[in-house]
T-cell receptor, first 115, second 109 residues
Framework: KAGVTQTPRYLIKTRGQQVTLSCSPI?????VSWYQQTPGQGLQFLFE???????NKGNFPGRFSGRQFSNSRSEMNVSTLELGDSALYLC??????????????FGPGTRLTVL | DAKTTQPNSMESNEEEPVHLPCNHS???????IHWYRQLPSQGPEYVIH???SNVNNRMASLAIAEDRKSSTLILHRATLRDAAVYYC??????????FGGGTRLMVKP
């Protein structure tokens, strides 16, 4: 079974631009979560989508948004990029979780550099 | 989510057992204890999880204290490939994982 794939793997943008990252979950997984990883803040939860609906949201500004399509693929968008948005963006997928058990499968991430 | 406390780093010799501790004194009755690890240049990967009883799988064992205020991840024979950052996470909120700083495990040949 193919793992979680993320595209692109690397991206360089300049301040003020916007960016869209893509995530394809494992076949059959309906939940997709996004995380941001930086050296200073570590791994932080951005949001989760399930059945095309945002189900949970972390503490990030409205410049960060996402969506999920009917085939469970997900995209996240960051508008008006800031230098501090430089990070590794990780996507994780899981089956519809039983409460408390939610093994998540992470992709390799997209490394975003904002200049 | 309740907080966890882990040592910043630990060292082990190859082929020896490793015990990675985690304190979670404010754990609630519905919190599951999850362990993930992140190898260099990769996304995190699930290791093991448990609620009250000790758990074993092909990767590791999880020993949970009787009062659930602490737990220990046990790697029975560390290999160089086990060098990673290990995260202990409490979760009862579906897929919203709250990662702490984790423990960086270094394995010496």
């Amino acid at each position: 079974k193919a793992g979680v794939t993320q595209t692109p793997r690397y991206l360089i943008k300049t301040r003020g631009q916007q960016v869209t990252l893509s995530c394809s979950p494992i076949s059959g997984h309906r939940s997709v979560s996004w995380y941001q990883q930086t050296p200073g803040q570590g791994l932080q939860f951005l949001f989760e989508y399930f059945s095309e609906t945002q189900r949970n949201k972390g503490n990030f500004p409205g410049r960060f948004s996402g969506r999920q399509f009917s085939n469970s693929r997900s995209e996240m968008n960051v508008s008006t990029l800031e230098l501090g948005d430089s990070a590794l963006y990780l996507c994780a997928s899981s089956l519809d979780p039983v409460a408390g058990y939610n093994e998540q499968f992470f992709g390799p991430g997209t490394r975003l550099t904002v200049l | 989510d309740a907080k966890t406390t882990q040592p910043n780093s630990m060292e082990s010799n190859e082929e020896e057992p490793v015990h990675l501790p985690c304190n979670h004194s404010t754990i609630s009755g519905t919190d599951y204890i999850h362990w993930y690890r992140q190898l260099p240049s990769q996304g995190p990967e699930y290791v093991i999880h448990g609620l009250t009883s000790n758990v074993n799988n092909r990767m590791a064992s999880l020993a949970i204290a009787e009062d659930r205020k602490s737990s220990t991840l046990i790697l029975h024979r560390a290999t160089l490939r086990d060098a990673a950052v290990y995260y202990c996470i409490l979760n009862n909120a579906g897929n919203m994982l709250t990662f702490g700083g984790g423990t960086r495990l270094m394995v010496k040949p």
